[in-house]
């Protein structure tokens, strides 16, 4: 078996996320985070049933829709959990899109009335969207149709809720919440080499037993490494990328930078010599306009040597 430093799996990898939430004997770990999450406006679920994650429409773009984890409660409302390792360019888009396909399977054949189940879809970011960087404390949004003048939701079966967990920077003395033990874990459990005091509660217990390496079949260490791997890979490719970009922008400054201190430099001296010419000009007995000719200065500056000079 391979040696890992870690000792429990880290859930940003495909791996760990679906060790975690995705597997059948693990069910109550994801039950237990969604009602969590969405207690005070679901209520509490009280079973989930794991769909085909990938989707099976009608057209070949239909079949390109693959989710993390894909399921659906007591009540027939569907869930769908994506897991985000890096930025990417329309991911809001993309998640509205995925979306459609619960919404649209619901549609019946005889007499259906257009009456629709909830379709909730969440999104667990390991980045912060560029608009909302200048908000570091705020790292949840839910995102409703909403009247733009009231504000009120205008239809409340439609939700997306989105989670930077960056900008999550609670310790563990801090937690508070069950919500923030469960943000806590996914920010930190491949970091951590015991459970904390504060997270000694039987799904937090399980949650660990699930995800420490040691307990792995030899099969499953082998998936393992290949997720990690990919995952390594990847932030590597992204921290290079970003690296060379940043130093790209520090030469881009400095030039620029030097660039512009020569040219107020020449300008400096251009300005010096002309005051120069026109002090000379003063002693020589010139007149006011033929200064302000011969050096480009103004009007006020000339007068304004001529008192000096005085």
Known sequence: MAEFTERYINPFTDYGFKRLFGEEPNKDLLLDFLNVLLKEEQGEIKDLTYLKSEHLGTSELDRKAIFDLYCENEKGEKFIVELQKTKQNFFKDRTVYYST??????????DWNYELKAVYTIAILDFVF??????????????????????????????????????????VDELETRFDKWLYVLRNLNRLDRVPEKLKERIFEKLFETAEI?????????L??????????????????????????????????MEKGIEKGLEKGIEKEKLEVANNAIRMGLSTDDIVNLTGLSREAIEQLKTNEG
């Open 101 to 110: 396909f619960p919404i649209r399977e619901q549609a019946k054949r005889a």
């Open 130 to 171: 560029d608009e909302d960087k200048n908000e570091p404390n705020k790292f949840r949004y839910d995102i409703k149709l909403t009247d733009t003048e009231t504000k009120k939701v205008f239809y409340d079966k439609l939700t997306f809720i989105y989670l930077e967990m960056p900008k999550f920077n609670k310790t």
């Open 214 to 222: 040691a307990r792995f079949t030899p099969d499953q260490v082998r």
């Open 224 to 257: 393992y490494e290949d997720s990690l791997k990919y995952y390594r890979d990847l932030k590597n490719s992204l921290d290079t990328a970003r690296e060379e970009g940043l130093l790209e922008g520090m030469e881009k400054g400095l030039l620029e930078g």
